[in-house]
């Protein structure tokens, strides 16, 4: 978990709090309290540009199926109750490789015949992980797929210690409104909307990758997986990942991409074309990074907004400002006092 002290910044659009929180109040449960609980404003609700460090978002998620006693947080007809997940790591936790692991992660919730139901095939060079619909006349909500998706993608990142490449994610939905955060959720990897079935593709020889982990670091990694999962990294890094690096390094007098391309021995076109195939841009991360530092010097309160401004690369207060408005719809101080 060395790496994850360096990424506390990272944040999450605020449609993602809702998500959380849809199904929490027709269990009897009070999303406001949900949110107190875990350090996050009401209020953020409200603002449709909001983001919310992703460190509060990953204790609100695993505060609320808690709570719900659900970790698929309602959105199937039956519950996976707490220690499902638990349950289903320490059955593979021993599989030598991750074709092993997936095959028998796979196996595990097809015992639910209820929720959507991952499934392993191989054909060809390629490797699917597949979504079922357990009860195909039940209404899975969006979140259902991007939580169990996510899930899995992460998962066997972490499995095998790198961010596993994939050729698509392929959706059986159409675009959401928040397609764009797909880009983080995924990993820059390419989206495919309005397929015929859900699934991850990736190349069959990732299927022999070696296990990394083992039962001692898998203790460490259940105490908080929902955090690991939001926010670590790994010695493999996608393009845009890099660029990030290397900005978040520089925010105060950020370096432009022929500065960022030389460092990483390319030409700037180069750079912009890898770059766009991840679904980013120069610009696009730079203006993240500048956010999502933002977001997090916001919450230390004994940090004036004049110095949060320097801090994430603007000259002046009233820049940061302006630009801090545009990104969620309400200013620097007004976001701090919600907190």
């Given at each position: 978990?060395?790496?994850?002290s360096?990424?506390?910044?990272i944040?999450?659009?605020?449609?993602?709090?809702?998500?959380?929180?849809?199904?929490?109040?027709?269990?009897?449960?009070?999303?406001?309290?949900?949110?107190?609980?875990?350090?996050?404003?009401?209020?953020l609700?409200?603002?449709?540009?909001?983001?919310?460090?992703?460190?509060?978002?990953?204790?609100?998620?695993a505060?609320?199926?808690?709570?719900?006693?659900?970790?698929f947080?309602?959105?199937?007809?039956?519950?996976?109750?707490?220690?499902?997940?638990?349950?289903?790591?320490?059955?593979?936790?021993?599989?030598a490789?991750?074709?092993h692991?997936?095959?028998?992660?796979?196996?595990?919730?097809?015992?639910?015949e209820?929720?959507?139901?991952?499934?392993?095939?191989i054909?060809?060079?390629?490797?699917?992980?597949?979504?079922?619909?357990?009860d195909?006349?039940?209404?899975?909500?969006?979140?259902?797929?991007?939580?169990?998706?996510f899930?899995?993608?992460?998962?066997?990142?972490?499995?095998?210690?790198?961010?596993?490449?994939?050729?698509?994610?392929?959706?059986?939905?159409?675009?959401?409104?928040?397609?764009?955060?797909?880009?983080?959720?995924f990993?820059?990897?390419?989206?495919?909307?309005?397929?015929?079935?859900?699934?991850?593709?990736?190349h069959?020889?990732?299927?022999e990758?070696?296990?990394?982990?083992?039962?001692?670091?898998?203790?460490?990694?259940?105490?908080?997986?929902?955090?690991?999962?939001?926010?670590?990294?790994?010695?493999?890094?996608?393009?845009?990942?890099?660029?990030?690096?290397?900005?978040?390094?520089?925010?105060?007098?950020?370096?432009?991409?022929?500065?960022?391309?030389?460092q990483?021995?390319?030409?700037?076109?180069?750079?912009?074309?890898?770059?766009?195939?991840?679904?980013?841009?120069?610009?696009?991360v730079?203006?993240?990074?500048?956010?999502?530092t933002?977001?997090?010097?916001?919450?230390?309160?004994?940090?004036?907004?004049?110095?949060?401004?320097?801090?994430?690369?603007?000259?002046?207060?009233?820049?940061?400002?302006?630009?801090?408005?545009?990104w969620?719809?309400?200013?620097?101080?007004?976001?701090?006092?919600?907190?």
């Amino acid at each position: 978990m060395s790496n994850i002290s360096s990424m506390r910044n990272i944040s999450v659009a605020n449609y993602f709090l809702h998500a959380v929180l849809r199904n929490a109040a027709e269990k009897g449960l009070d999303p406001a309290q949900l949110l107190h609980e875990a350090g996050i404003s009401a209020e953020l609700l409200k603002q449709q540009n909001a983001r919310i460090p992703a460190v509060k978002f990953g204790k609100l998620q695993a505060i609320t199926m808690r709570a719900m006693k659900d970790e698929f947080l309602g959105y199937g007809p039956g519950r996976y109750l707490p220690g499902t997940w638990t349950n289903m790591c320490y059955s593979l936790i021993n599989c030598a490789t991750l074709g092993h692991a997936l095959a028998r992660y796979c196996r595990f919730y097809q015992m639910f015949e209820w929720g959507l139901q991952p499934r392993f095939e191989i054909n060809g060079d390629e490797a699917r992980l597949i979504l079922d619909r357990g009860d195909p006349n039940y209404p899975y909500g969006i979140y259902a797929f991007e939580l169990i998706m996510f899930n899995l993608h992460r998962f066997s990142s972490w499995f095998t210690q790198q961010h596993l490449p994939l050729i698509a994610v392929n959706l059986e939905y159409s675009a959401p409104d928040h397609a764009e955060e797909y880009r983080h959720l995924f990993l820059g990897q390419a989206i495919y909307f309005d397929k015929p079935q859900t699934e991850l593709v990736f190349h069959r020889s990732l299927t022999e990758l070696p296990a990394k982990q083992t039962e001692q670091s898998l203790h460490r990694f259940l105490q908080h997986p929902i955090l690991v999962f939001l926010i670590q990294q790994y010695k493999e890094k996608s393009w845009t990942a890099q660029v990030r690096i290397i900005i978040n390094k520089n925010l105060v007098n950020t370096p432009g991409i022929d500065e960022i391309a030389e460092q990483l021995n390319l030409h700037p076109q180069t750079l912009r074309r890898r770059l766009a195939q991840e679904g980013s841009t120069f610009n696009e991360v730079k203006t993240q990074c500048r956010h999502d530092t933002a977001l997090y010097y916001l919450g230390k309160s004994k940090l004036s907004i004049e110095s949060i401004a320097q801090r994430t690369g603007f000259s002046e207060a009233s820049a940061f400002t302006r630009a801090f408005k545009t990104w969620t719809g309400m200013t620097p101080q007004h976001y701090r006092q919600q907190l």
